[in-house]
């Protein structure tokens, strides 16, 4: 039976990759993108726009739509993952850090409890950076978002189950969450009340290569950073308490 | 192409591949995270550092983690179960 | 020969659909999901590629340079950090799934009782 | 009023945002009444927005990036009656929904109220736009928002449907944005209208065909057709019974609503014009029907049953869809409102027998329904509404269809999609004899069906449970005037004015009106005339199998059940297995389309 389907599942997708390749072959030739969109852009965002990074720009001026959708996403997949994992649990669970008295880690060395603290604090300044930067170079909200939100995973190794437990509040980190979407929603509402269409932008464009340039897209990539943050943050919070152990709380 | 696309998608190719194949879930999360380090640095040299560095962020480190975390927590699961019952 | 580089996104769809149709581990099949999710990455990346053109930004670059597609890419970078928390869901769920009937494999694992 | 386009999406998305933010400090039922009045107010919205592109149609700009020469460097959304009509119909189902669970989900913060507004946007989103991948978006949303959802009662003994969903619906995911990957790839655009353009003329190639399967393979994932249709009764049993009303009334739908906009405004010009694609979507549409009613008449699971009597009835729509004719488009509009109307109040009445009755079998709770007397006469009239009842909103697109099937010759095609509907009928009916009539004390096929012990949260009146599923199905019936079809068939000329929207959108020409579709001739009493007949000859004969001859009902069990027993081991709940079902119907799909 399972001999079977395993040959079934490998002739259907034989076929499949076969039709797909045969498909691609339409395409233009690799390292031949045709345009037109990504060159108008290329061409005139610069100017238009006093941003460098031609990605960012898309991503929170001309496209700015699809990554309100996007982080909406981010948003519901984490309510999602929390109503499974902690709702089972028991709400109690997660609202009462000060009840978490024993550590699942059990020894660790000052020296690697300095290491990941060290390593906690650089990272989250990266992420940081990489917020900040958005319209100028490579990153934005979405990249250093993420790379904050694992940093809290590092503060779990470094401080300990108690302390991680104590700073990372779910309330404060769901509050985070939605404020971070409010805040990119509310930026395209605020277009409709001064009467230009949504998400249009109303701040001054500033000097290009300046980090207060590009008009709204600097607030706009603080926004999703730290809903980005924060709902890595949620994950992490939610999986490492799936990890404890079954006396030490929980299951009721 | 050039020699080091030509790699790098031979690279990819196998990576991804290994993923699949590799069916035991917590070697599968290592093979993961090295799937994810060759993406982006072929997405690095299709000129394409942002992406870059969210697969790098993401794919090989926030996934494998959370997997290996996963992983973690339902063998505690079996655990509890073997408590409950004697 | 210039259209071999879209073979690579091919492949790894029809790998990781055929991981995840003989998978016996749910957390195996959502690691095959992602194959499949990284393809779509792959492709759009490659179609939106421009052989020996820079990358959008225009930090260090004269504008007007030959770059490559920025719109591919920003659709890419957003879907590649809100897949890894829809990745998470499915996690939830099938660890779920497992404290109630103990079990990962999709084949003992039947939503009908009969 | 063009200022307002994005409300319909924007004030539900914002309010779940707030709703998580002050949700613990709501007093009991706030968020009841915060979801309900929000929901309200979108829904208004998109009716003054449907109103107002009734004489035309016009785009939205997100941040005022009109096109350059032609060229879309923007995000539009491109408001036509048929597409805000969408949103509206959306909310009045989120409306009712919110009230049939007030007081239901006290316990968790708001969050599934905010999940259910972030749904509502999403399908507004979803019916509005005018660009591929903020589509792809949307349906990314409201997939995300439905895996949430359905595993949300952690009670039920069927969480692993939910897995089943998930993992269908995201292959589902990948393959759309793949196929948007091999357009982009072709024409540098992601607008739809000037994806239209490009593609005008082009003959039908491999990538052309490789596009259409994994795109519109990924809207039948969704739309549940025939072979992508496996996780539909899963999700359905184990979602909470207000959100089955949502799925199988407006997101199942939605997803052929998608794939006729994205043919009319994107594929309509190409090679693949009318050729190979109307008998494809018409050969699709015909066996989901089929396979449909016949699984949904041999389920004793009501939740199970109507689901797959939702796939049965997506195979007419499809077939609406796919004669790819104003006319036929017409009549699947108005056929998705009315059976979407009517599921949804079915659903509805599945969550007052698992409040009330605390199961959902329908033999187990046999003549458990005696007390709710109300409650029984609405799900029969249900039944007949699903069979063919030649009153309502649905009998009508039904006749539209029909008569556009006519006119391509197909003669016996209707009869055969009357006798699918009347068998997803007969097995409502069924179950409304057993439960609430107390009939049909010896069970057929369908005591081999699968079945699940639920129930859900019981402390709620039923008044106020019944009142949402008699406004619906009260709707559906007396929606029966002429301005429906009337305005119906202005709208679909207006969605399928290919190139008039494309200028319209595009160039910003002025809209030049276009002509209605002709009004059809009179109803013929044939097709529901067949679709009631079996719908209640059915019924009758499987309530009285106990006072029927043996040796009949033996005869004709053992012509039956292998086809019954068949399709329904189909349904085996290894998700791989449908995962190779999805394969498979969209490589079908794709070699059909290459070979013309």
């Known amino acids: 039976m399972t001999s079977l389907r395993t040959i079934i599942a490998a002739f259907l997708c034989a076929i499949a990759l076969g039709l797909a390749s045969a498909g691609l072959y339409g395409l233009p030739a690799f390292g031949h993108y045709p345009g037109p969109y990504g060159d108008i852009i290329n061409r005139q965002g610069p100017a238009e726009r006093h941003a460098t990074n031609m990605v960012t720009l898309v991503n929170f001026d001309y496209r700015g739509f699809d990554t309100l959708g996007e982080e909406f996403i981010l948003f519901a997949a984490v309510i999602g993952a929390v109503v499974l994992l902690r709702e089972h649990r028991g709400e109690e669970a997660s609202a009462r850090p000060d009840q978490a008295d024993e550590a699942p880690i059990p020894e660790r060395s000052e020296a690697v409890a300095f290491g990941c603290r060290l390593a906690l604090g650089i990272t989250a300044l990266f992420g940081i950076y990489v917020v900040l930067h958005a319209q100028l170079t490579p990153g934005g909200g979405f990249q250093g978002g993420a790379i904050v939100g694992s940093a809290t995973a590092l503060l779990y190794l470094g401080l300990g189950y108690p302390a991680w437990r104590g700073m990372m509040r779910s309330r404060v980190l769901d509050t985070a969450e939605a404020a971070g979407a409010l805040a990119f929603i509310g930026a395209g509402l605020a277009a409709i009340g001064a009467g230009a269409p949504f998400l249009t932008n109303l701040l001054p464009l500033g000097t290009t290569g300046s980090i207060v340039s590009a008009g709204v897209i600097p607030l706009l990539n603080i926004a999703v950073g730290i809903a980005v943050a924060a709902g890595f943050g949620t994950l992490f919070l939610e999986y490492l308490e799936e990890t404890r152990e079954p006396e030490s709380g929980g299951e009721q | ?86 | 020969m210039s259209h071999a580089a879209f073979l690579l996104p091919a492949w790894l769809f029809a790998i990781g659909l055929y991981g995840v149709i003989t998978s016996r581990h749910f957390v195996h099949l959502i690691g095959c999901l992602t194959v499949i999710q990284s393809s779509t990455y792959v492709l759009l990346l490659a179609v939106g590629y421009r052989t020996d053109a820079a990358a959008p930004i225009f930090a260090n670059l004269p504008i007007g340079t030959p770059a490559v597609d920025p719109v591919v890419q920003a659709l890419v970078l957003t879907d590649i950090v809100v897949g890894a928390t829809v990745t998470a869901l499915l996690l939830a769920l099938a660890l779920q799934v497992h404290k109630r009937t103990g079990t990962l494999d999709p084949h003992e694992l039947r939503p009908l009782r009969r | 009023m063009q200022a307002l386009t994005p409300l319909p999406v924007a004030l539900p998305l914002a309010i779940a945002a707030v709703l998580l933010i002050v949700g613990h400090i709501l007093p009991r039922n706030g968020a009841d009444i915060i979801a309900m009045l929000t929901a309200a107010a979108a829904g208004l919205i998109a009716v003054l927005l449907a109103m107002a592109a009734s004489e035309a149609p016009f785009a939205y700009w997100f941040g005022g990036w009109q096109p350059r020469d032609g060229v879309a460097i923007g995000i539009a959304f491109v408001v036509d009656p048929a597409g805000a009509g969408c949103a509206a119909f959306a909310a009045l189902l989120f409306f009712a929904s919110f009230i049939f669970s007030w007081g239901y989900f006290d316990e968790v913060h708001a969050r599934y109220h905010a999940l259910m507004l972030i749904f509502q946007g999403a399908l507004a989103g979803f019916a509005m736009t005018g660009d591929l991948f903020n589509f792809f978006v949307f349906f990314e949303l409201m997939s995300t928002v439905a895996f949430a959802l359905t595993g949300y009662r952690l009670e039920s003994s069927a969480l692993e449907g939910a897995l089943n969903f998930t993992v269908t619906n995201a292959v589902g995911s990948f393959m759309m944005l793949a196929g948007i990957g091999t357009l982009y790839g072709r024409t540098g655009a992601l607008n739809f209208a000037q994806l239209g353009r490009a593609l005008a003329g082009l003959p039908p190639d491999g990538l052309l065909a490789l596009a259409v399967a994994l795109i519109f393979g990924a809207l039948f994932i969704k739309g549940a057709i025939v072979p992508f249709h496996f996780w539909i009764a899963d999700a359905h049993s184990v979602a909470p019974s207000p959100v089955c009303a949502i799925f199988s009334g407006i997101m199942v739908p939605i997803a052929l609503f998608g794939a006729a906009r994205l043919y009319w405004s994107v594929f309509a010009g190409s090679g693949l014009d009318q050729a190979p694609l109307r008998p494809l979507l018409v050969w699709f549409g015909t066996a989901t029907a089929l396979v449909g009613g016949f699984t949904a008449f041999m389920q004793r699971d009501v939740k199970r049953l109507l689901a797959m009597s939702t796939v049965s009835h997506m195979g007419v729509l499809l077939v609406g869809i796919g004669l790819l004719s104003s006319e036929a488009l017409a009549g699947a509009m108005l056929y998705l409102l009315g059976h979407g109307l009517a599921k949804a109040g079915l659903f509805l009445i599945g969550g007052i027998l698992l409040s009330q009755c605390a199961g959902i079998d329908e033999i187990k709770l046999r003549g458990a329904g005696k007390e709710f007397p109300v409650t029984g006469a609405f799900y029969a009239l249900g039944g007949l509404i699903m069979a063919g009842l030649p009153v309502g909103l649905e009998h009508q697109g039904d006749h539209l269809i029909d008569e556009a099937i006519s006119a391509t010759g197909l003669a016996f095609l209707p009869p055969l999609l009357s006798i699918a509907n009347g068998l997803t009928g007969a097995g409502i009916l069924r179950g409304a004899g057993r439960i609430f009539l107390g009939l049909g004390p010896e069970p057929g096929e369908e005591a081999l069906s699968p079945t699940e012990e639920e129930r859900e949260k019981q402390d709620r009146p039923v008044w106020l449970m019944l009142l949402p599923v008699v406004a619906l199905i009260g709707t559906a019936l007396a929606l029966q005037a002429v301005p429906a079809e009337e305005a119906a068939r202005q709208a679909a000329a207006m969605f399928a004015a290919t190139g008039d929207l494309a200028a319209a959108v595009l160039d910003q020409a002025a809209w030049q009106p276009v002509a209605a579709a002709p009004e059809p001739s009179s109803a013929s009493p044939i097709e529901p005339a067949i679709g009631l007949a079996v719908a209640i000859g059915l019924a009758a004969f499987e309530l009285g199998r106990d006072h029927l001859p043996r040796r009949l009902v033996r005869a004709a069990d053992r012509a039956t059940a292998p086809l019954f027993i068949g399709l329904d081991r189909l349904h085996d709940g290894v998700v791989g297995d449908y995962v190779a079902w999805t394969v498979f119907g969209a490589i079908a799909l794709g070699v059909v389309i290459a070979i013309g």
């Not at chain 2, 196998?14 to 599968?28: C, D, I, K």
């Open chain 2, 1 to 86: 192409m050039t020699p080091l696309q030509i790699g790098l998608f031979l690279l990819a190719a196998l990576s991804g591949g290994a993923v699949v194949l590799t069916r035991e879930p917590r070697r599968q999360a290592v093979a993961m995270g090295f799937n994810g380090l060759v993406l982006a640095l072929l997405f690095m040299v299709l000129q394409a550092p942002d992406v870059a560095y969210s697969e790098i962020a993401i794919n090989s480190v926030i996934l494998p983690v959370l997997f290996l975390v996963a992983l973690a927590a339902a063998r505690i699961n079996n655990r509890r179960r073997e408590i409950d019952r004697p």
